[in-house]
């Protein structure tokens, strides 16, 4: 982690991944420049304009706000950009989550905010970028230049004349920072911090001074140099040596499995794990933060591997397997169960982005995943023995019980039909909570995206990243799946979907709680106030825009909504809300609640 201040000379070379404009699937391509450069008028040739001419070539389209004083003038500079679109939010949480969702699409998100009221505000969505690998570039708007250095006490402060209480929040989860309040070294700074964000995978911090944004600078003065940053590279010897010891490994396993983790994404070898399951003919899995890296259409696939709470009959066949790889994992206490998972390390093989473990040693550093698992796809034998265990065992899944006529709805009834809806064209978001195991059991069709924040798991995310990520992906139809207690943390944004003209269908999912919270332990605190949620939001629609709400009690109910919002109203945002019993939860809930439960209540060690 790294912080450039004013004209302090740290630069460094890079040497990462070839980086530059992103296209639609997230996949980080190198910049093809010009054949000539143009030069701009002193108008065009200032910090505000190069950086938002930077946003644009990364593949950054648009960029969340919030305004205040100390970045007006910046963001007057971004609205001037012409491929750049400003969407404003209406507060700085959601603007970062909106850059989260944006940056889950198009591979790289950027929110602008105001000095400390709004950074400090924005720091938790920045905290669950940097826990998801997220490159999501934070632009702040600083105090004046001329205010550095004197003991002069500012607005938006805590009222100390030390500025950099908001800098150093930002250091433990961004993993570069450049406070710009000078413009001879702005262009260095900006250009690697934002070069820093996509080689890293994280989220940076620019904090811009609010008297610099104008100001020509003959730095500025031609298009943005395309980025040429140097691939990363695997170690060959190391290359050759992790691909000898772990085919030696796989092919003396009698019923090997391979499950996909997160980091696939950050490694960019997701493809490279289809085509070594395509070779090796492996049961196929992810894990529960995986889910849409890995397509599931895959001739193997055998589900979602979440230990206890697994999909049918997938935990089974992974944790019988003798020797299984898992490619980017987290093991987390969610992740884990409540640390149960029924794995041996002896017998897994642990591809990290850039290091390779087998068993319990040997391990092979600068060994890149991608690399990895392409060298792998040629050197392991074909062995179908897990996959066909489970072709053997698998039983189709069932349906819930027939809803008796107007019938209460239950939220199993409510995610047949959500699966029904689903298709290459549409995108799953899954809110902190219950939505988590419901949407698990979902079958992606291919082309459908996915995405939810299980790291990190701050209740409200979602609904800025249905903002950003639909902003992102303009062609797909997001379905949202939030629950009421998520859902009042941070509504309001639903107000910006609306002026952006998004069409998304959220699906409020009204019990009356944090339910969540109450499997994990119970009290009055998981009990929230009941809103008319349908009223809220047309309060929000107000008449502007393209909006439609609706209450479902029963399945009846429910097929009429779906049928509109798919139908008469597939141009509208369409919120739908369900009302279900307060204890109607997914019984994988019920299992990892009480697991995760006995996992934070362990009592402490004996000192």
Same mark, same amino acid.
Not at 30 to 58: C, D, F, K, M, N
Not at 193 to 215: D, F, M, Q, R
Not at 424 to 453: H, M, R
Not at 584 to 596: F, Y
């Given at each position: 982690?790294?912080?450039? %201040?004013?004209?302090?000379?740290?630069?460094?070379?890079?040497?990462?991944?070839?980086?530059?404009?992103?296209?639609?699937?997230?996949?980080?391509?190198?910049?093809?420049?010009?054949?000539?450069?143009?030069?701009?008028?002193?108008?065009?040739?200032?910090?505000?304009?190069?950086?938002?001419?930077?946003?644009?070539?990364?593949?950054?389209?648009?960029?969340?706000?919030?305004?205040?004083?100390?970045?007006?003038?910046?963001?007057?500079? &971004? $609205? #001037?950009?012409?491929?750049?679109?400003?969407?404003?939010?209406?507060?700085? &949480?959601?603007?970062?989550?909106?850059?989260? /969702?944006?940056?889950?699409?198009?591979?790289?998100?950027?929110?602008?905010?105001?000095?400390?009221?709004?950074?400090?505000?924005?720091?938790?969505? $920045?905290?669950?970028?940097?826990?998801?690998?997220?490159?999501?570039?934070?632009?702040?708007?600083?105090?004046?230049?001329?205010?550095?250095?004197?003991?002069?006490?500012?607005?938006?402060?805590?009222?100390?004349?030390?500025?950099? =209480?908001?800098?150093?929040?930002?250091?433990?989860?961004?993993?570069? =920072?450049?406070?710009?309040?000078?413009?001879?070294?702005?262009?260095?700074?900006?250009?690697?911090?934002?070069?820093?964000?996509?080689?890293?995978?994280?989220?940076?911090?620019?904090?811009?001074?609010?008297?610099?944004?104008?100001?020509?600078?003959?730095?500025?003065?031609?298009?943005?140099?395309?980025?040429?940053?140097?691939?990363?590279?695997?170690? =060959? @010897?190391?290359?050759?040596?992790?691909?000898?010891?772990?085919?030696?490994?796989?092919?003396?396993?009698?019923?090997?499995?391979?499950?996909?983790?997160?980091?696939?994404? !950050?490694?960019?070898?997701?493809?490279?794990?289809?085509?070594?399951?395509?070779?090796?003919?492996?049961?196929?899995?992810? @894990?529960?933060?995986?889910?849409?890296?890995?397509?599931?259409?895959?001739?193997? !696939? %055998? /589900?979602?591997?979440?230990?206890?709470?697994?999909?049918?009959?997938?935990?089974?066949?992974?944790?019988?397997?003798?020797?299984?790889?898992?490619?980017?994992?987290?093991?987390?206490?969610?992740?884990?169960?409540?640390?149960?998972? &029924?794995?041996?390390?002896?017998?897994?093989?642990?591809?990290?982005?850039?290091?390779?473990?087998?068993?319990?040693?040997?391990?092979?550093?600068?060994?890149?995943?991608?690399? !990895?698992?392409?060298?792998?796809?040629?050197?392991?034998?074909?062995?179908?023995? #897990?996959?066909?265990?489970?072709?053997?065992?698998?039983?189709?899944?069932?349906?819930?019980?027939?809803?008796?006529?107007?019938?209460?709805?239950?939220?199993?009834?409510?995610?047949?039909?959500?699966?029904?809806?689903?298709?290459?064209?549409?995108?799953?978001? #899954?809110?902190?909570?219950?939505?988590?195991?419901?949407?698990?059991?979902?079958?992606?069709?291919?082309?459908?995206?996915?995405?939810?924040?299980?790291?990190?798991?701050?209740?409200?995310?979602?609904?800025?990243?249905?903002?950003?990520?639909?902003?992102?992906?303009?062609?797909?139809?997001?379905?949202?799946?939030?629950?009421?207690?998520?859902?009042?943390?941070?509504?309001?944004?639903?107000?910006?979907?609306?002026?952006?003209?998004?069409?998304?269908?959220?699906?409020?999912?009204?019990?009356?709680?944090?339910?969540?919270?109450?499997?994990?332990?119970?009290?009055?605190?998981?009990?929230?106030?009941?809103?008319?949620?349908?009223?809220?939001?047309?309060?929000?629609?107000?008449?502007?825009?393209?909006?439609?709400?609706?209450?479902?009690?029963?399945?009846?109910?429910?097929?009429?909504? %779906?049928?509109?919002?798919?139908?008469?109203?597939?141009?509208?945002?369409?919120? $739908?809300?369900?009302?279900?019993?307060?204890?109607?939860?997914?019984?994988?809930?019920?299992?990892?609640?009480?697991?995760?439960?006995?996992?934070?209540?362990?009592?402490?060690?004996?000192?």
């Amino acid at each position: 982690m790294e912080t450039k %201040i004013g004209s302090l000379d740290t630069c460094k070379p890079d040497t990462s991944t070839a980086v530059g404009s992103l296209p639609s699937n997230g996949v980080v391509c190198t910049i093809q420049p010009s054949a000539v450069s143009p030069i701009h008028t002193s108008a065009e040739a200032t910090l505000g304009r190069h950086l938002a001419r930077r946003l644009v070539q990364i593949g950054v389209t648009d960029v969340f706000s919030v305004p205040g004083d100390f970045n007006l003038t910046l963001l007057d500079h &971004l $609205i #001037a950009e012409p491929g750049l679109n400003l969407v404003g939010c209406c507060n700085e &949480l959601n603007a970062g989550y909106a850059a989260d /969702g944006y940056a889950r699409a198009r591979g790289v998100g950027a929110c602008v905010v105001t000095f400390t009221v709004g950074g400090l505000s924005v720091l938790n969505a $920045i905290a669950g970028a940097y826990s998801e690998n997220l490159p999501v570039i934070c632009i702040v708007g600083g105090p004046n230049s001329n205010d550095y250095g004197t003991n002069r006490i500012l607005h938006h402060t805590i009222g100390l004349p030390d500025f950099s =209480q908001e800098l150093r929040c930002f250091q433990t989860v961004t993993c570069f =920072q450049a406070v710009v309040n000078n413009l001879e070294d702005a262009h260095e700074l900006i250009d690697t911090a934002v070069s820093t964000a996509l080689k890293e995978s994280k989220p940076v911090y620019i904090s811009v001074g609010c008297n610099l944004p104008a100001i020509p600078h003959p730095t500025f003065s031609r298009e943005p140099v395309p980025f040429s940053i140097s691939p990363k590279l695997s170690n =060959q @010897m190391g290359l050759e040596a992790a691909v000898a010891a772990a085919a030696e490994f796989l092919n003396k396993a009698v019923k090997p499995v391979m499950v996909g983790g997160p980091k696939l994404r !950050f490694a960019l070898a997701c493809n490279a794990f289809v085509e070594l399951a395509d070779a090796c003919g492996y049961a196929v899995a992810v @894990m529960p933060s995986a889910k849409g890296l890995v397509p599931e259409h895959h001739p193997h !696939f %055998i /589900g979602t591997y979440w230990g206890a709470v697994s999909t049918a009959f997938c935990a089974e066949i992974v944790e019988s397997a003798d020797a299984y790889i898992f490619a980017g994992p987290i093991f987390n206490d969610y992740s884990s169960v409540g640390y149960s998972l &029924l794995l041996k390390r002896e017998k897994a093989i642990i591809l990290q982005p850039d290091r390779v473990t087998i068993g319990n040693g040997p391990e092979f550093g600068c060994v890149l995943m991608k690399d !990895f698992l392409i060298a792998l796809s040629k050197r392991l034998k074909c062995n179908k023995t #897990a996959y066909e265990n489970y072709h053997r065992i698998y039983v189709p899944d069932g349906h819930p019980l027939k809803c008796e006529p107007k019938e209460a709805l239950r939220v199993n009834v409510l995610f047949e039909h959500i699966q029904r809806m689903l298709s290459g064209e549409t995108a799953v978001i #899954a809110e902190t909570g219950d939505s988590w195991f419901n949407c698990q059991k979902l079958k992606l069709p291919q082309g459908c995206g996915y995405e939810f924040q299980m790291q990190y798991g701050s209740i409200g995310w979602s609904v800025g990243a249905t903002l950003g990520y639909a902003q992102a992906v303009p062609e797909k139809r997001v379905i949202a799946c939030i629950g009421d207690g998520s859902f009042q943390v941070t509504a309001q944004d639903v107000s910006t979907m609306l002026r952006s003209g998004q069409k998304t269908i959220i699906f409020l999912i009204n019990n009356g709680g944090y339910t969540i919270e109450v499997e994990i332990h119970d009290g009055p605190y998981n009990v929230i106030k009941n809103w008319n949620y349908t009223a809220f939001v047309d309060a929000i629609h107000n008449g502007e825009g393209k909006c439609w709400t609706t209450k479902v009690w029963c399945e009846e109910d429910l097929i009429e909504a %779906i049928g509109t919002a798919t139908g008469a109203k597939k141009d509208c945002l369409c919120f $739908i809300e369900v009302i279900v019993h307060k204890d109607d939860t997914s019984k994988e809930l019920l299992e990892w609640g009480s697991r995760v439960s006995a996992a934070n209540s362990r009592p402490p060690n004996p000192q």
